[in-house]
């Protein structure tokens, strides 16, 4: 999928966005050293809404949900789905938004600031630990690996990837100790004490649940607030449209907005499945137990559906947005993150009169295949 280290002449990394383009405008399921890539939004639905043919089991480790299939999967996805709902979300807000007001408030105005550091990732953390009511003397710990995780995934070492997400169960394994002992009301005992299939989920199963909910989400997250927040610093009439939305209190609105900013940019890159026999996809024959990667950030900008895939259209665009997936794998964590995200752009607009880029440092793409931004320097007015 071409070279994910080439570099512009800004001495930036590639947009990778452009890449994928490239590829999708020459086919729908591209091949990319032992596996496929779908890339087209048609190819990408179909195999994400057919499980029986492309399975979620695609390591060796157990993952829960995510890797289960059929029966099984829609077991487990029941419970992960109880913690989620539109209630409970609703009732996380006002936590979330204490916390978001803060770091904005902590902010200094007219010099620059950055937005992954400062805001992203400190307001995922908090807002994730005070959720599962995990302690606040976590946050460091959680911000070094949120770094180090993403350093393992750029540089495709699996080993690495392992290691740290070894050192993630660890850190999990320790708390849930320290919290059979002394038991509190907060989700992570509320997990201990749950069930499945009539009998109490296991140590296993719970470090997976939680796992699952932080270990890849920490960083999706922080990582959204980088992307919507260049994209309004860059884009002044949309920064305007959003400032009036937050003005008027129209939440639907906003949430659409976010929703239409990470499609254009959509820093969740992709999943893998298994073809559990040989399936034709996009032309191309799949073998059974052949790997297959679909390509979200790809999909999202494919103009059989979307026309200009950088044009900001959150009305015409949602109904085929692809931000949180389709299909029985579909992000179980769409309405939480659509709420934390619009509970900072609320904070961020309303709490400053303008943001602009930073006019001394670029902003700086991630290395690939992690997406969205790496730093995003701006100034708060
Ligand atoms: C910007 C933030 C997020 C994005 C873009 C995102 C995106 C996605 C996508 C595309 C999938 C589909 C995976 C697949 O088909 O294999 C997914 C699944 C999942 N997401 Fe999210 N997600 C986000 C935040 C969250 C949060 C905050 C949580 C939990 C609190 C969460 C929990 C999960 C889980 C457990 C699954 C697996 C569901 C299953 O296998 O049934 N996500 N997410």
């Not at 829609?74 to 539109?86: I, N």
């Not at 807002?127 to 993403?150: C, F, K, M, Y």
């Not at 495709?156 to 059979?180: H, N, Y």
């Not at 059989?304 to 895939?309: A, I, S």
Request: hydrophobic share 40%; proline share 6%.
């Amino acid at each position: 999928m071409g070279d994910p280290a080439e570099i512009d002449s800004d001495h930036n990394w590639k947009d990778q966005r452009s890449t994928y383009d490239a590829l999708r405008a020459r086919c729908a399921v591209a091949r990319e050293d032992d596996r496929w890539v779908a890339l087209r939004h048609a190819e990408v639905v179909a195999a994400a809404t057919d499980a029986a043919a492309f399975s979620s089991n695609v390591s060796a480790r157990r993952a829960i949900p995510n890797s289960l299939d059929g029966t099984q999967h829609a077991t487990y996805r029941a419970v992960v789905d109880r913690y989620l709902t539109d209630e409970r979300v609703a009732r996380e807000e006002p936590r979330c938004r204490a916390h978001a007001a803060a770091i904005v408030d902590a902010l200094p105005r007219g010099v620059t600031v950055k937005t992954i550091a400062h805001i992203g990732t400190p307001y995922a953390v908090r807002s994730q630990s005070t959720w599962l009511g995990w302690p606040a003397d976590l946050e460091e710990e959680l911000v070094a690996w949120i770094r180090d995780n993403h350093a393992a995934t750029r540089s495709g070492d699996r080993q690495r990837t392992a290691e740290v997400a070894e050192r993630f169960d660890q850190m999990i394994r320790a708390l849930l100790e320290t919290r059979r002992n002394t038991p509190t009301t907060d989700v992570t005992n509320e997990l201990l004490n749950d069930t499945v299939e009539g009998r109490p989920l296991t140590t296993e199963e719970i470090v997976s649940i939680l796992r699952n909910w932080t270990a890849g989400d920490l960083g999706s997250l922080a990582t959204s607030v980088g992307v919507i927040v260049h994209f309004l610093a860059t884009k002044p009439d949309i920064q305007r449209e959003v400032r009036a939305l937050v003005e008027t209190g129209d939440r639907t609105a906003l949430a659409a907005a976010t929703e239409e900013i990470l499609r254009i940019d959509d820093p969740f890159v992709s999943n893998r499945r298994v073809a559990t026999r040989v399936v034709n996809l996009g032309g191309e024959q799949i073998a059974k137990g052949e790997g297959l990667l679909l390509n979200w950030t790809a999909a999202n900008r494919d103009p059989l559906v979307f026309g200009d895939p950088d044009r900001y259209d959150p009305d015409s665009n949602a109904d085929a947005n692809l931000v949180f997936g389709i299909g029985p794998h579909v992000c179980p964590g769409r309405a939480l993150t659509l709420m934390e995200l619009r509970v900072m752009l609320e904070e961020l607009m309303g709490r400053t009169n303008w943001i602009d880029p930073a006019p001394d440092r670029p902003a700086i793409r991630e290395t690939p295949p992690v997406g969205g931004w790496a730093r995003v320097p701006i100034v708060l007015r």
